[in-house]
């Protein structure tokens, strides 16, 4: 089993480019369902959940070239012969369930299986279900799996409870290619929503609203093929300018979208950093200074993202002063405090709020990784703690970082893979 080594060693320097966002290019990846002809996907980063999905609709059928090297997915779904996806494939990969919604609405069927759990918590699909129904689906629930079916789709009012970013993607898929139109009212607004509707509008769709909580969709016959480019991802962003900022450094993120994480710049200047925005650039310069503790409190978009709150507890443990992270989206999203506190963090959990007593120094520790950004929130507290800290299971880390070693090398850190 593959771990990383990374080393306390001082402040982080230099320019890092930024790949193709995963929580974009994975629902996009589905929506090639849709099409009758070919679909290109440029920007894909390479990561172990695009092979994944990339295995999935090949599983379904369809014709898929992945250009690793260049970034490129080309899928064209007119070989599609099946409508189910497995249970070996789905529960690695939770984004397997975003095939229900195309699969339903250009097949007519979908045998998808159940997601099952994960780390951060039960994350069940019922709002997924709900949406389906709501434009004509009948779906059951047996043996583990979602079982759906429908004639053609019907337009029709969804209205979701709480906000549901892979509910909000399933439903925006599924009416595209409904009878009529469908109004999607509290849904996720994500910058994710926005590249996935602008991906379905250059394929034909017709889509008002994405990015705001009332989607209006009108339906049509048919999604032809077309080209689209991912946007860049926000997270991998915010995880690499929160390494600057604890390791007192100046690093500048390329190629990324600053007015997709502004809530993450607002707590980084809140921790002291400077940070300086042009065009697709984002630097955030430290000054050699110790960051200032800071509250969080995670929200939907534009909120503060939830998948930036390990790394911003991880800023928080060697930070000056006293932290609430109150984690708002996930029930069981607290699985790294165990492990920053191998390393010497002072945390209190007590429900969904984690108390962070910034400490001045963390040690190297071998830990483990749980989830994601678990992992990452390791990386980042390995990199200020002295000695050596061994992360294990760094798969779940291939998962969502592209190269990151070879990121974080480039910008000045001692990290190394192993095994
Ligand atoms: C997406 O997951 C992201 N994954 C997650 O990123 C992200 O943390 C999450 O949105 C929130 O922003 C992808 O886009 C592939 P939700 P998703 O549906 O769609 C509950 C990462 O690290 N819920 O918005 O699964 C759910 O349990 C990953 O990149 C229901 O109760 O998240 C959660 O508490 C982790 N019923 C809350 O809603 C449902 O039917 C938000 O979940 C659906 C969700």
Do not use: W
Request: charged share 20%; net charge negative.
């Amino acid at each position: 089993m593959q771990r990383i080594v990374v080393s306390g060693r001082g402040a982080l320097a230099g320019e890092v480019r930024i790949s193709g966002a995963k929580n974009a290019v994975l629902p996009i990846l589905c929506a090639t369902l849709l099409a009758d002809g070919p679909v290109e996907i440029d920007n894909v980063p390479h990561l172990h959940d695009v092979v994944t999905t990339v295995r999935l609709l090949e599983g379904l059928g369809a014709t898929v070239t992945h250009d690793i090297a260049a970034g490129r997915v080309v899928v064209d779904p007119r070989t599609v012969d099946s409508h189910v996806a497995p249970y070996e494939l789905v529960r690695t990969m939770r984004a397997s369930v975003l095939v229900l919604g195309p699969l339903l609405a250009r097949h007519g069927a979908a045998d998808v299986s159940l997601p099952g759990g994960c780390a951060i918590g039960s994350r069940p699909v019922d709002m997924h279900i709900r949406a389906l129904e709501a434009l004509g689906a009948t779906i059951t629930v047996e043996h583990g799996f979602i079982k759906a079916s429908a004639g053609r789709l019907q337009g029709g009012r969804i209205v979701f409870d709480t906000i549901s970013v892979g509910a909000t993607e399933n439903a925006l898929m599924a009416a595209t290619l409904a009878d009529g139109e469908t109004t999607i009212d509290n849904a996720a607004q994500e910058p994710e929503i926005v590249d996935l509707a602008a991906c379905l509008v250059a394929m034909g769709a017709d889509i008002s609203g994405a990015g705001s909580s009332r989607i209006v969709v009108r339906g049509v016959p048919r999604l032809h093929g077309g080209r689209h480019a991912v946007i860049a991802d926000r997270i991998e962003t915010g995880t690499f300018l929160v390494a600057a900022a604890m390791t007192g450094g100046r690093v500048t993120a390329t190629h990324a979208r600053p007015n997709s994480l502004s809530a993450v710049i607002a707590k980084l200047e809140d921790a002291g950093a400077e940070v300086l925005v042009d065009g697709d650039r984002i630097t955030v310069d430290m000054h050699g200074q110790r960051s200032r503790a800071v509250n969080v409190t995670t929200a939907p978009h534009p909120g503060f993202p939830t998948d930036m709150q390990a790394q911003l507890m991880a800023m928080n443990c060697i930070a000056d002063g006293v932290a609430m992270i109150d984690e708002t989206i996930f029930e069981n999203r607290f699985m790294h405090v165990n492990e920053l506190m191998r390393l010497g963090a002072d945390i209190q959990i007590d429900g969904p709020r984690a108390t962070v007593t910034g400490v001045a120094r963390l040690s190297g520790a071998p830990v483990m990784a749980t989830d994601l950004r678990a992992s990452a929130s390791l990386v980042l507290a390995g990199l200020v703690a002295d000695g050596d800290t061994v992360i294990d299971r760094i798969y779940h880390l291939d998962r969502g970082y592209e190269h990151l070693e070879r990121k974080l090398s480039a910008l000045g850190a001692t990290i190394r893979r192993e095994g």
